[in-house]
């Protein structure tokens, strides 16, 4: 449990880039989304297949044949116009699970897009304050440089006033050259972060150059694992589009079983005609009856039972996924809040360190070494404290989704 040494921590955005920005530019960015977005579309054009695929069809039929005339010997052609409308019974059986199938199809794409959303926000947040945390380290180096440049010329001063050996002007410009090379590097990585996030995003990196507090502090309320994984279970999308495949290939089944019914196939209408050399004109009924003799039909209901034991295994497989990546993620959460506290504490002794040692150079109870050795352990806990606030941030932000919420 942490006891409010974190509730003052501010995290710092970018100024023209808010988090929920940058997750909203990043989806819409994003070529996984897009597939996503796509495969709806397929799914929902199949559904709308599946409802309009039954129906009574309309049928028009003409039939010519010779027959025998009122005399002997005598051939005459009977002429036959049927125009009505025709069902065939066995698609009818298989309408409704076809059409439920091709429902929890949709489903299932429909939820594998917000899993392609969640995928690509949890992504970005990561790419987010990461290049949030290589600011933090570059503003935190350029003012070790500028210390290190203080310190070279005060040793310097003292130097040609006789109060310190050379060795003193020597060691400061050592810290200055060392402080040069971390800022340099600092940029660098400054750099490389702000050009990742700005492709993820599709914007001009420029856009991520300014940063600034975004005025919320972190919270200090890391869940219980157990009931962020039972959460997760009723929320994420993974775990509805293996449920809605389950479904999906149950229906499938079932439309597979009808496929072994016999097909009975009726169609009525008006016939008009002559029939004996005599003009006819009536209602007609035709029904034909076709029952499948071959194997095919059993081995497709084997294969959709197949199919179904596939889909309920992934369906066990994405909950066991879930209940690790989501239990790790709290557990982080804890993790990082402990490692901030730490990093506080670490990072106000070091403070109160450095500003000892400097009023202990000057007075002449310490040396240069001592400040030396000062500042760098102040620099090591700063850096570990940028860590430790950005990796918390991410962290949280990070479980939010893992758990299925949103926030963009």
Same mark, same amino acid.
């Given at each position: 449990?942490?006891?409010?040494?974190?509730?003052?921590?501010?995290?710092?955005?970018?100024?023209?880039?808010?988090?929920?920005?940058?997750?909203?530019?990043?989806?819409?960015?994003?070529?996984?989304?897009?597939?996503?977005?796509?495969?709806?579309?397929?799914?929902?054009?199949?559904?709308?297949?599946?409802? @309009?695929?039954?129906?009574?069809?309309?049928?028009?039929?003409?039939?010519?044949?010779? +027959?025998?005339?009122?005399?002997?010997?005598?051939?005459?052609?009977?002429?036959?116009?049927?125009?009505?409308?025709?069902?065939?019974?066995?698609?009818?059986?298989?309408?409704?699970?076809?059409?439920?199938?091709?429902?929890?199809?949709?489903?299932?794409? +429909?939820?594998?897009?917000?899993?392609?959303?969640?995928?690509?926000?949890?992504?970005?947040?990561?790419? &987010? &304050?990461?290049?949030?945390?290589?600011?933090?380290?570059?503003?935190?180096?350029?003012?070790?440089?500028?210390?290190?440049?203080?310190?070279?010329?005060?040793?310097?001063?003292?130097?040609?006033?006789?109060?310190?050996?050379?060795?003193?002007?020597?060691?400061?410009?050592?810290?200055?050259? +060392?402080?040069?090379?971390?800022?340099?590097?600092?940029?660098?990585?400054?750099?490389?972060?702000?050009?990742?996030?700005?492709?993820?995003?599709?914007?001009?990196?420029?856009?991520?150059?300014?940063?600034?507090?975004?005025?919320?502090?972190?919270?200090?309320?890391?869940?219980?694992?157990?009931?962020?994984?039972?959460? @997760?279970?009723?929320?994420?999308?993974?775990?509805?589009?293996?449920?809605?495949? #389950?479904?999906?290939?149950?229906?499938?089944?079932?439309?597979?079983?009808?496929?072994?019914?016999?097909?009975?196939?009726?169609?009525?209408?008006?016939?008009?005609?002559?029939?004996?050399?005599?003009?006819?004109?009536?209602?007609?009924?035709?029904?034909?009856?076709?029952?499948?003799?071959?194997?095919?039909?059993?081995?497709? #209901?084997?294969?959709?039972?197949?199919?179904?034991?596939?889909?309920?295994?992934?369906? @066990?497989?994405?909950?066991?996924?879930?209940?690790?990546? #989501?239990?790790?993620?709290?557990?982080?959460?804890?993790?990082?809040?402990?490692?901030?506290?730490?990093?506080?504490?670490?990072?106000?002794?070091?403070?109160?360190?450095?500003?000892?040692?400097?009023?202990?150079?000057?007075?002449?109870?310490?040396?240069?070494?001592?400040?030396?050795?000062?500042?760098?352990?102040?620099?090591?806990?700063?850096?570990?404290?940028?860590?430790?606030?950005?990796?918390?941030?991410?962290?949280?932000?990070?479980?939010?989704?893992?758990?299925?919420?949103?926030?963009?």
């Amino acid at each position: 449990m942490i006891h409010g040494l974190i509730l003052g921590v501010v995290i710092e955005g970018f100024a023209k880039v808010t988090l929920p920005d940058a997750e909203r530019a990043a989806i819409a960015h994003s070529p996984d989304v897009a597939a996503a977005s796509a495969k709806v579309d397929e799914a929902r054009a199949l559904f709308d297949a599946a409802r @309009a695929s039954y129906g009574p069809a309309l049928i028009a039929n003409y039939a010519e044949a010779p +027959q025998g005339g009122n005399a002997p010997g005598e051939t005459i052609a009977q002429r036959l116009t049927t125009v009505g409308a025709q069902v065939t019974l066995g698609d009818l059986l298989a309408y409704a699970p076809a059409v439920s199938q091709a429902n929890a199809v949709l489903r299932g794409a +429909q939820f594998d897009l917000a899993n392609a959303r969640r995928a690509e926000r949890i992504a970005v947040i990561g790419e &987010y &304050y990461g290049a949030l945390a290589a600011h933090a380290r570059l503003a935190a180096r350029t003012s070790a440089l500028a210390a290190a440049r203080s310190d070279e010329r005060a040793a310097t001063l003292r130097f040609h006033a006789g109060d310190v050996p050379k060795l003193d002007v020597v060691r400061a410009e050592v810290a200055v050259s +060392q402080a040069q090379a971390a800022r340099a590097l600092a940029r660098a990585d400054v750099q490389n972060a702000d050009e990742a996030l700005a492709t993820e995003l599709g914007i001009d990196v420029a856009e991520l150059q300014q940063v600034a507090a975004s005025g919320s502090s972190l919270p200090t309320n890391a869940p219980d694992p157990a009931h962020a994984v039972r959460a @997760a279970l009723a929320a994420r999308p993974e775990i509805a589009s293996a449920k809605a495949n #389950v479904a999906a290939e149950e229906h499938a089944v079932a439309v597979a079983q009808r496929g072994g019914l016999p097909l009975l196939t009726l169609s009525a209408g008006m016939t008009s005609g002559v029939d004996t050399g005599i003009a006819v004109h009536g209602p007609s009924v035709n029904a034909s009856l076709a029952l499948p003799i071959g194997g095919a039909a059993h081995d497709r #209901v084997l294969a959709e039972r197949a199919r179904l034991a596939q889909a309920q295994a992934l369906l @066990a497989k994405a909950e066991r996924a879930v209940r690790v990546e #989501v239990g790790s993620a709290a557990r982080s959460v804890a993790a990082q809040e402990s490692a901030l506290v730490a990093a506080e504490r670490a990072l106000r002794e070091a403070k109160a360190e450095v500003n000892a040692t400097q009023i202990g150079y000057r007075s002449g109870a310490s040396s240069s070494l001592d400040v030396e050795t000062a500042r760098a352990t102040y620099a090591q806990a700063l850096g570990a404290d940028i860590t430790a606030r950005y990796g918390l941030a991410q962290a949280q932000a990070t479980l939010q989704l893992e758990i299925g919420e949103s926030h963009a």
